[in-house]
């Protein structure tokens, strides 16, 4: 992964200082409310209901053992010894004390990390898919270019009061794990016809009140642009997004009121301007930068393996333990280099907050790191972590050690898999809870045959309309929705997050919590019945349409 | 007499903005709305103080170029701190259209933007009243460099340094 030189390293450090003295005029009285608020919550520190909450940055969702191992540690001395991994690939600390918060940056800062821009009406923390490098399906590593774009956004001098958040995301492969079209901006790598590398531009997509897929804007912009492109669509939505209604103000609704062809026109002229002006090309990338980062991203030296006998190997162990044949099924993927798989840690046991883990689970998963892998891991944006380039012949052992500490849970990919917001039990934007109906759904959905049976499924609950927890993405989406005082939750069906992205349809009226679980069942139910051989829950949803769900739903009881 | 910060020191700030300039307009230095630059500017030859203009937040600095030369400082308002379009303005007018004189921020500014804002091409501040000049000035070396092109900057951080 990317290791900071002197330069890197200074930036983070001077960045806690200039923290340490904002806090510090804050408590004596020197900083009004008004005027800390953006300046804590661009070190990622919000005021949630309970306490301060602190978002760590996790750039594109690598991590080494090492950070993780800080994580655990700064979880006991400042929190509470657990921490919460979120959707957007980042890590939260939910009870730390606001005065030892630059205490914490100094922390992360001595192992590389930060919590810069991961708040705010700035460029945030830019996102990617969780098995880049090792994806078979891949164009090329999208995380250079992540690093790059990281860099680049890191205390820009001209976009760090923007309208609103803006949130970048990288996709390398030909299926979209990232979600990249539903962001401010999705980049996705392609080849020309000349075989070179360059970035199909989509902007306008987002989820939140208003959801939007991403439309195209640059179907082929050549890599040495890459940063001058970025600061042109900046520069524009800086100047002409909305700012007065913070509900109008993501780049989305300035791409819908122009439309996607004269933003696309506006970006361009603003472009040729940046580059009529940029002499020598001064601002461009070069082969040279571009070849420094990916040298931070080799692939491991892979053995040369038997991978027939290690299957055969596997089929033998797999045949002995229901449990280990149900964790290979679900939890480990294929990588493009035989003999070797990516292992998704679950963190979504029954009765736990999705995305929680303990300080000891931290450190378990960084010595699996070490032990199986190169030492680095990867969060993914439906709150598990990815270890990749484990040897098939050493996943057995893996799976005990996992499982010892409960990080094995063989659910994922399935509905006791789901995406799920810290919703009322923390955050003081929510209407409604969301971890209980979580733990109701995984403790009715028990039984592993029957979840199997339904197979792929994708279900997402959001506390409130601002859709942290993807509701709208779901093929199953949950939306708290607050009714005179009670909390209620709307059902939507069909969404997804896949190259034909789509946004999920509003099944009918909200349900009570009390009934919420059995509208869940009752969907299943109807799944069940009409499905053909093979075929998962959105692809029925997509044949048979919404009456059949909406009828049984919302039927009298007889 | 006001102060203000001026290339990193503090300074004598002796000029006055007119919000809405009336039929006299007042001794000494002023800054004008752009709106009454348009329509008047030319008549403001006969001031003997110097002339400069000022622009909120949601004028647009094309309006301005074919005056630029003539005008000694240009005033951006920032009608809220968190209004960052005065960050966009100021390189317009520095990387684009090759602006020499002041470019001063006016209006809600706060110490913890100076770093940026300096890096955008301001070069003169007026902060509120109640502000610490003396402390306020160490905000603009808060950062030893920045990764990317500025108008103080026209390479990024790998070209000079990597």
Redesign the interface.
Known sequence: MYIYDQYDQKLVDERVEQYRDQTKRYLDGKISEEEFLPLRLQNGLYVQRLAPMLRVAVPYGLMSSTQVRKMAEISRKFDKGYVHFTTRQNIQLNWPRLAEVPDILAELASVQMHAIQTSGNCIRNTTTDQFAGVAADEIEDPRPWCEIIRQWSTIHPEFAFLPRKFKIAVCGSEEDRAAFLLHDIGIQLVKNEAGETGFHVHVGGGLGRTPVIASSIKPFLPKQHLLTYLDAVLRVYNRYGNRNNKYKARIKILVKAWTPAVFAERVEVEWAQILARDVDGAAQLTASEIERVKTFFPLPDYQTVDETAMNAALQAQANDSLAFSRWLERNVRDQKQAGYSSVTLSLKPAGVAPGDVTDRQLESIANLADQFSNGELRTTHNQNIVIADVIKSQLFEFWQLAKADGLATPTIGTINDMICCPGGDYCSLANAKSIPVAEAIQRRFEDLDYVYDLGDLELNISGCMNACGHHHIGHIGILGVDKKGQEWYQIQLGGSANKNAALAKVLGPSLSRDDVVDGIEKLLDVYVENRLEGEAFLATYQRIGTDKFKERVYAKDA | MQKMLSHGAVAENNWTVLQTPGETLPQGNILVPLKYWLEHGAELDQQAGLVGVWLESDE?VETLVDDLAQLPVVALNFPK?????G???A?LLR??YDYQGEIRAIGNV?Q??L???Q??GFSQFCLADDVDLEAAVK?LT?????????ADQ??????R??
């Not at chain 2, 808060?142 to 500025?150: A, E, I, M």
């Not at chain 2, 026209?154 to 070209?159: D, E, G, R």
């Open positions: 647009e701190f968190v209004d960052g379009r960050f966009s303005s390189r990387d684009r706060i913890d933007q770093f940026m804002l890096r955008c905000s808060d950062f030893s460099d920045g990764y990317q092109t500025g026209a390479q990024p951080l790998f070209k340094l990597r």
